[in-house]
């Protein structure tokens, strides 16, 4: 009896390799990997994270089709996400997390940052981007995708265990542009495989 399987000579050569990192408000155009992990880096991750772009199809449905029919749907939207399970917290994730934040120096205690909810989200409070770059086993250029218009959506959630470091699950959903809204809200760099 003959095995089927998907493996051939170049699936060695398409694998994606290990967690990524996560980046906020990536240039594809003109930052490197070694530009941008100094100022633009999210921060150290455990467990990774996801990615996801969902388009929400409509059948449009006609009398005497029993069924789906080739060429009857319709995309309503996008829903596109993208995940990362930062473990090093800073006061800028903490901010991101809550999606309306501000912050700044606290006046008393003066060590501190103080960071508050606001009740409406303000166009200063989306990312221009979060872009996950990661490893691809066939080639020396990563795997880029870029969330745009990146807004937190579910919130600030810290757990806390004794032998454990907090972990802060950051979801951002991505928007269409005010100036364009045509072009779903990703976009995905996959490099060329020899």
């Known amino acids: 009896m003959p095995k089927f399987s998907g493996f051939t000579a170049n699936t060695p050569k398409h694998l994606q390799m290990d967690a990524g990192?996560?980046?906020?408000?990536?240039?594809?155009?003109?930052?490197?990997?070694?530009t941008a992990k100094a100022t633009k880096l999210l921060g150290a991750t455990a467990g990774g994270g996801s990615f996801s772009a969902?388009?929400?199809?409509?059948?449009?449905?006609?009398?005497?089709?029993?069924?789906?029919?080739k060429g009857m749907?319709?995309?309503?939207?996008?829903?596109?996400?993208l995940?990362?399970?930062?473990?090093?917290?800073?006061?800028e994730t903490i901010k991101m997390a809550l999606a309306a934040a501000q912050s700044g120096a606290a006046e008393s205690p003066a060590n501190y940052t103080k960071i508050t909810a606001k009740n409406e989200v303000a166009l200063e409070d989306y990312m221009d981007n979060l872009t996950w770059v990661g490893r691809l086993s066939g080639s020396n250029d990563p795997v880029i995708i870029?969330?745009?218009n990146a807004l937190c959506t579910n919130g600030l959630t810290v757990s806390f265990a004794d032998k454990s470091e907090g972990l802060i699950p950051?979801?951002?959903t991505g928007h269409y542009a005010l100036d364009d809204l045509e072009t779903p809200p990703f976009e995905i760099y996959y490099p060329k495989v020899s």
Not at 21 to 34: E, G, P, S
Not at 73 to 81: A, H
Not at 83 to 91: L, R, S, Y
């Open 73 to 81: 749907e319709t995309l309503d939207e996008w829903v596109v996400t």
């Open 83 to 91: 995940t990362a399970n930062v473990k090093e917290v800073t006061a």
């Open 21 to 34: 990192a996560f980046l906020k408000n990536y240039d594809v155009a003109k930052d490197t990997w070694d």
């Open 54 to 69: 969902v388009p929400t199809l409509r059948r449009i449905e006609v009398d005497g089709v029993k069924g789906a029919a």
């Open 170 to 172: 950051i979801t951002v």
């Open 146 to 148: 870029v969330v745009k």
